[in-house]
């Protein structure tokens, strides 16, 4: 378990500069990508005309390093950890980007316009996780002993969210939302693409965890002592930070205070049970699918029990409990029905005697 692999070091006086020159580059690759589509479409392939086809993007990135700028975070020396949770987030989407894009080729689906698809999932899974976590935490943000802003003095805490306060299913249903509304726009067939990102998300979930796990969030309750695979977790976890700022600490920490007791590593469950899935989904489901729509509903059916029971050993009650139930059961009751609606309503709009897609 490592939270933190190391700190990346800028300067006193280059945390402008370095916040411009992230502007820049992340506008050129953004262009360069543009023109290449063009080209590949016939279309003009200049780089103005390419920025101005991405100024959203341009656009929100600026905001953002105008907020930091002038909110004056940038000035002093900026000590950046490298987080292992943070670390695994980004390979599970560049991997999931190339396990995509290279399902796109072989179903004739356009790659380039698959890459720019999951630069805005990216962006409304972070923004859907963080709005489902405030709004099953709506005290901690809005109540009479609300904290209004971070550690920083300026930052307001609804944004803050590398304190914690990341859930997937908020994620994940901001991510399809925002799906659906780029290929709607783009005039790509919903059901066919999602088909072949689902696999990725399943992936990337799996990596996630892995990157939960190593922070110590989203922990399990506490275990029975003969529990072979029972985990404890240190000071600078997640988990430790939030049991010893509980009224009984002891309840959930060893008696000598250096870990937590033992807990179930749900982290862990989730995260090989969607490594299942994902074999399931590309090795038995994809090469047999019989109707478009069938990839993503199998996932929303499979992951749906899949969390209902791993939701059975969590102990993070700040997730939310409602009616006895956690929130996330309730939303994974909620999934398991539109996967099930999916899946009717999908094989039913197939014509009889149709191929296999």
Same mark, same amino acid.
């Given at each position: 378990?490592?939270?933190?692999?190391?700190?990346?070091?800028?300067?006193?006086?280059?945390?402008?500069?370095?916040?411009? +020159? $992230? =502007? #820049?580059?992340? &506008?050129?690759? @953004? %262009?360069?990508?543009?023109?290449?589509?063009? /080209?590949?479409?016939?279309?003009?392939?200049?780089?103005?005309?390419?920025?101005?086809?991405?100024?959203?993007?341009?656009?929100? +990135? $600026? =905001? #953002?390093?105008? &907020?930091?700028? @002038? %909110?004056?975070?940038?000035?002093?020396?900026? /000590?950046?950890?490298?987080?292992?949770?943070?670390?695994?987030?980004?390979?599970?989407?560049?991997?999931?980007?190339?396990?995509?894009?290279?399902?796109?080729?072989?179903?004739?689906?356009?790659?380039?316009?698959?890459?720019?698809?999951?630069?805005?999932?990216?962006?409304?899974?972070?923004?859907?996780?963080?709005?489902?976590?405030?709004?099953?935490?709506?005290?901690?943000?809005?109540?009479?002993?609300?904290?209004?802003?971070?550690?920083?003095?300026?930052?307001?805490?609804?944004?803050?969210?590398?304190?914690?306060?990341?859930?997937?299913?908020?994620?994940?249903?901001?991510?399809?939302?925002?799906?659906?509304?780029?290929?709607?726009?783009?005039?790509?067939?919903?059901?066919?693409?999602?088909?072949?990102?689902?696999?990725?998300?399943?992936?990337?979930?799996?990596?996630?965890?892995?990157?939960?796990?190593?922070?110590?969030?989203?922990?399990?309750?506490?275990?029975?002592?003969?529990?072979?695979?029972?985990?404890?977790?240190?000071?600078?976890?997640?988990?430790?930070?939030?049991?010893?700022?509980?009224?009984?600490?002891?309840?959930?920490?060893?008696?000598?205070?250096?870990?937590?007791?033992?807990?179930?590593?749900?982290?862990?469950?989730?995260?090989?049970?969607?490594?299942?899935?994902?074999?399931?989904?590309?090795?038995?489901?994809?090469?047999?699918?019989?109707?478009?729509?069938?990839?993503?509903?199998?996932?929303?059916?499979?992951?749906?029990?899949?969390?209902?029971?791993?939701?059975?050993?969590?102990?993070?009650?700040?997730?939310?409990?409602?009616?006895?139930?956690?929130?996330?059961?309730?939303?994974?009751?909620?999934?398991?029905?539109?996967?099930?609606?999916?899946?009717?309503?999908?094989?039913?709009?197939?014509?009889?005697?149709?191929?296999?897609?």
């Amino acid at each position: 378990m490592l939270p933190v692999l190391f700190h990346v070091v800028i300067p006193a006086g280059f945390g402008k500069l370095a916040a411009a +020159l $992230a =502007v #820049v580059v992340i &506008a050129v690759v @953004r %262009a360069v990508a543009w023109v290449r589509q063009a /080209r590949r479409e016939g279309q003009p392939a200049g780089v103005l005309a390419a920025l101005r086809q991405d100024a959203t993007t341009i656009g929100v +990135l $600026a =905001v #953002v390093a105008g &907020a930091l700028w @002038r %909110a004056g975070i940038l000035d002093g020396e900026i /000590r950046l950890p490298l987080h292992t949770y943070g670390l695994l987030i980004a390979s599970a989407f560049l991997v999931g980007i190339w396990l995509a894009q290279r399902e796109a080729r072989r179903r004739g689906q356009d790659p380039e316009r698959l890459a720019d698809l999951a630069f805005w999932i990216l962006v409304a899974a972070l923004v859907g996780s963080r709005v489902y976590f405030i709004l099953v935490n709506w005290g901690d943000y809005f109540g009479p002993n609300a904290l209004v802003a971070t550690a920083f003095g300026r930052i307001p805490r609804l944004l803050a969210f590398w304190e914690g306060g990341l859930v997937f299913y908020g994620g994940f249903i901001g991510a399809a939302l925002t799906a659906w509304w780029y290929m709607r726009r783009h005039r790509m067939p919903f059901l066919p693409y999602a088909d072949t990102l689902i696999p990725s998300v399943a992936f990337g979930h799996f990596l996630g965890r892995l990157g939960c796990f190593s922070a110590g969030c989203c922990w399990g309750g506490v275990a029975h002592g003969h529990l072979p695979w029972a985990v404890r977790f240190p000071p600078e976890s997640l988990a430790y930070q939030t049991f010893a700022g509980r009224e009984n600490p002891a309840a959930f920490l060893a008696p000598d205070r250096l870990t937590t007791l033992p807990l179930h590593p749900v982290q862990l469950y989730e995260a090989f049970g969607e490594l299942a899935i994902f074999l399931v989904l590309v090795a038995v489901v994809r090469p047999r699918k019989a109707f478009h729509g069938q990839v993503l509903a199998t996932w929303l059916l499979a992951y749906a029990v899949l969390r209902t029971v791993v939701e059975l050993f969590r102990a993070d009650v700040e997730r939310g409990v409602v009616r006895g139930l956690g929130v996330g059961q309730w939303t994974s009751l909620a999934i398991f029905a539109v996967g099930a609606a999916l899946w009717a309503r999908a094989r039913q709009r197939r014509e009889p005697g149709a191929a296999p897609a």
